[in-house]
């Protein structure tokens, strides 16, 4: 697993939490002959069956994983990582647990970036917020031989991310997604989880995936449990493929043992290559 070629990581919550966040992103890095990595807390078996013939409650922790699966194989990355917990439940994870797992990965990936939530999650998940608490403490933790030492061996060695980036919402994008001029909402068990959107001058790194805008919306086909099949997303509507939402993908640097960006950065790579 080891390597010293340009390696990227993502740590999501669910088996879809990459397709519209970062889906462009984890293919074009790929495309580029980086080594791409997705590792993901849960199987998703918490999510609404939107195709019944599709799975069971039973065996939607199975299917989702297929579908994440065939998503990865879609982006040109490796297969998915999984930390094993239960959909819905992050919060009252074993915190200690949930973040030696994570370290432990990263120490034998070893990547130079790693990408997460926000301490929004987007729009405000808890699943999402424990995943950007454990991503945001892994990364002051993996190079620190006092923690997690049991771990250490010749597969798993100390090691510094150079980057950390939360994918996040600009304001403007956000306001296209509103249906009626209102805040836009996912409705979870009957609650209104609000998007949250960031000002322009708050996000440092804007990657164009333009070009991977057909491997992103492919990507997000592959969840199908989840999206259905009437879905805006089945075959390949241009208007999608073109709305700036879509193909722009944006973050917020938010830690970096390298020079830090004076501009705007459309490479999450930069200062390391
Ligand atoms: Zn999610």
């Given at each position: ?5 340009l ?12 397709a ?10 790929a495309a ?10 849960t ?10 013939d ?43 647990q949930a973040?030696g797992?994570l ?11 790693l990408?997460s939530f ?19 403490i ?11 030492p049991?771990?250490l061996?010749s ?57 991977y ?5 492919r ?5 199908v ?8 997303f ?10 700036p ?10 830690h ?6 004076q ?11």
């Amino acid at each position: 697993m080891k390597s010293t070629r340009l390696t990227l990581m993502a740590f999501f919550a669910h088996p879809d939490d990459e397709a519209f966040g970062v889906g462009g992103t984890l293919a074009k890095y790929a495309a580029q002959g980086c080594d791409v990595y997705l590792v993901t807390a849960t199987r998703g078996e918490a999510g609404e069956i939107a195709v019944p013939d599709l799975a069971t409650p039973a065996n939607l922790p199975y299917v989702r994983e297929q579908e994440l699966r065939c998503a990865c194989e879609t982006y040109g990355i490796h297969p998915p990582l999984f930390l094993d917990y239960v959909d819905g439940q992050l919060p009252i994870v074993h915190q200690g647990q949930a973040v030696g797992k994570l370290v432990r990965i990263i120490r034998e990936v070893r990547p130079q970036v790693l990408i997460s939530f926000g301490p929004d999650g987007i729009y405000g998940h808890y699943d999402h917020i424990a995943v950007h608490r454990w991503a945001t403490i892994a990364f002051e933790l993996t190079a620190d031989p006092d923690c997690f030492p049991d771990q250490l061996d010749s597969a798993c060695e100390l090691h510094q991310v150079s980057k950390l980036y939360f994918r996040v919402l600009s304001e403007e994008r956000l306001a296209a997604l509103s249906e009626d001029g209102g805040p836009a909402a996912l409705m979870m068990d009957g609650v209104p989880f609000y998007l949250v959107g960031r000002p322009r001058e708050e996000i440092t790194t804007v990657i164009d995936v333009t070009d991977y805008a057909e491997a992103k919306l492919r990507g997000l086909q592959c969840h199908v449990s989840q999206l259905g099949r009437d879905t805006p997303f089945a075959d390949t509507p241009e208007e999608v493929i073109r709305a700036p939402w879509f193909w722009e993908e944006t973050f917020v640097l938010a830690h970096s043992t390298v020079a830090w960006p004076q501009e705007v950065e459309t490479d999450l790579f930069a200062g390391l290559r």
